[in-house]
């Protein structure tokens, strides 16, 4: 079983950066396949950011050029920097998690991360 703990959500203005990071359990880290995703009011959670135990990154078109996403396997973390945000942007962000033998899921669905965090609230004003 694998835990996940986001952290560092908040009030931003619109303009403005913000980063997040999300700590794992586990011994193999390194192996975990990692993505963030988003969840607005009144809408369902979307894809983010996702970086693979490879290291290719991936991100949705919403936040190209915005959003960048890092991790660090000896603190068992990653981090989604955020910049220039909107208030569309406004969402609880969620870290997820995928580990061997993997769920072989296209990386942007939400069934491919077997463990999610409880979410951690980003809220940006106009």
């Known amino acids: 079983q694998v835990q996940l703990v986001e952290s560092g959500g908040g009030l931003v203005q619109a303009g403005g950066s913000l980063r997040i990071s999300c700590v794992a359990s586990?011994?193999?880290?390194?192996?975990?396949?990692m993505g963030w995703f988003r969840q607005a009011p009144g809408k369902e959670r979307e894809f983010v950011i996702g970086?693979?135990?490879?290291?290719?990154?991936y991100y949705a078109d919403s936040v190209k050029g915005r959003f960048t996403m890092s991790r660090d396997n000896a603190k068992n973390s990653v981090y989604l920097q955020m910049s220039n945000l909107k208030p569309e942007d406004t969402a609880v962000y969620y870290c997820?998690?995928?580990?061997?033998?993997?769920?072989?899921?296209?990386?942007?669905?939400?069934?491919?991360?077997?463990?999610w965090g409880q979410g951690t609230q980003v809220t940006v004003s106009s």
């Open positions: 586990g011994q193999f880290f390194s192996s975990y396949d």
């Open positions: 970086i693979m135990h490879a290291g290719d990154t």
């Open positions: 997820a998690a995928d580990i061997p033998p993997y769920s072989h899921k296209a990386y942007y669905r939400e069934r491919a991360y077997p463990y």
